[in-house]
């Protein structure tokens, strides 16, 4: 099929501008119900690029363990000898590190790794908290000394835990660098090195950070009744306000392309707004906050969308909302999926060196002709 240069124009410019479209908050969400271990209730806390997604869910005892959701289905991740687990981050190769009990009754940070969990340990005291762990396996998290009133980020990397300093690490990404707290603001770790990057509120703490060092999280305000997520970046800290009358707001996660998730939090006078009486997930664009459950096509009928936990680089988003009023992990997939716009775009390009040979072949026939 000849399609003219200009026609190809028109529909190149057309494409672009329903894509760019597509990239803003307002493309659609197909939301999945994740299921649970046999129990009640499961939540996500974490995707990887790939879609795997680990959290936390009910066995039909009432106790809960870590879970990896992968291929349309949940799996039992087990514990480190006691009785409760939960996965907190998972990279591109389905490692999945935690919290899990020990037989003891101890809270200990784990790696799950070739179908087996393992006690990460501490750094001397009695309990520790994986958190997020990155493509190489470098895990972080915090853990107490000897002295338990101490807590230190540690890193764990080369099968051993590591002292960072601070007192809190949230998020790694790929080259090592962690955001957590160094004493009562947002920090950054990074070549033994730490980073204060506070300047908003009286406290605040990195959640998480992508490949770029953007971070996101929440501070307090100077009065301590509300908290804020904001998204650093370029050296400073930005507020990302909250969504609708919502007062808090808190910044999950941060992927490659600084889209932030999280919950918006009803301050006092929402309590007495029977329809402000439950966090919301939202969703911060790189323009605007955006409440998700306003995002959610027919698929969300009987869902309200409570915490948004985390997004990987494909826009999926995972987290905890009620489902008919239970409580389920649930999978945003954008509406239509990245891949379906790859495909668009790869046989966009097919048609347009189509074009353009045809283009120069004609130019070249003309020239050989003359004027």
Not at 172 to 194: D, E
Not at 343 to 370: D, E, I, P, Q
Request: proline share 2%; charged share 10%.
């Amino acid at each position: 099929m000849f399609i003219r240069s200009s026609m190809l124009t028109v529909l190149v410019a057309g494409l672009c501008t329903v894509t760019a479209d597509e990239a803003t908050a307002v493309t659609p969400y197909r939301v999945t119900d994740l299921g649970t271990l046999g129990g009640t209730f499961s939540y996500a806390n974490a995707i990887n690029d790939i879609g795997q997604v680990t959290g936390g869910a009910a066995l039909p005892n009432g106790f809960t363990h870590a879970f990896l959701y992968t291929a349309g289905a949940m799996s039992d991740l087990g514990t480190v000898g006691g009785s409760f687990s939960q996965g907190e981050g998972i990279n591109h190769s389905g490692q999945v590190t935690g919290i899990g009990a020990t037989a003891g009754g101890l809270s200990h940070a784990f790696l799950y790794s070739g179908g087996s969990m393992q006690d990460l340990g501490t750094l001397g005291g009695s309990s520790s908290f994986g958190r997020d762990i990155n493509d190489s396996g470098q895990v972080t998290g915090q853990s107490q000394l000897e002295v338990i009133s101490n807590v230190r980020v540690f890193l764990y990397s080369g099968g051993s835990l590591q002292n960072l300093g601070g007192t809190d690490g949230r998020g790694i990404n790929n080259s090592g660098q962690v955001t957590g707290s160094a004493g009562q603001h947002a920090a950054i770790f990074s070549g033994g090195a730490v980073q204060d990057i506070h300047s908003l509120g009286d406290r605040s703490l990195g959640r998480d950070i992508n490949a770029s060092g953007q971070v996101t999280g929440s501070f307090e305000d100077n009065f301590f009744t509300t908290q804020r997520a904001f998204l650093y970046s370029g050296g400073s800290m930005q507020d990302l306000g909250s969504v609708k009358t919502y007062k808090s707001s808190i910044g999950m996660a941060i992927n490659a392309q600084g889209w932030v998730v999280g919950v918006a939090v009803p301050g006092v006078s929402d309590l007495i707004d029977p329809t402000h009486a439950a966090e919301r997930a939202f969703l911060f664009d790189s323009a605007a906050m955006h409440d998700l459950n306003d995002l959610l096509g027919a698929s969300g009928a009987g869902w309200v969308l409570h915490s948004a936990n985390d997004i990987n680089d494909q826009g999926q988003i995972v987290g905890y909302g009620t489902h008919n009023g239970v409580i389920r992990a649930f999978l945003l997939t954008p509406v239509p999926e990245p891949s379906t716009w790859a495909m668009m775009f790869a046989g966009l390009g097919v048609v347009g060196a189509v074009a353009a040979s045809r283009c120069r072949r004609r130019k070249n026939l003309t020239h050989a002709n003359g004027p």
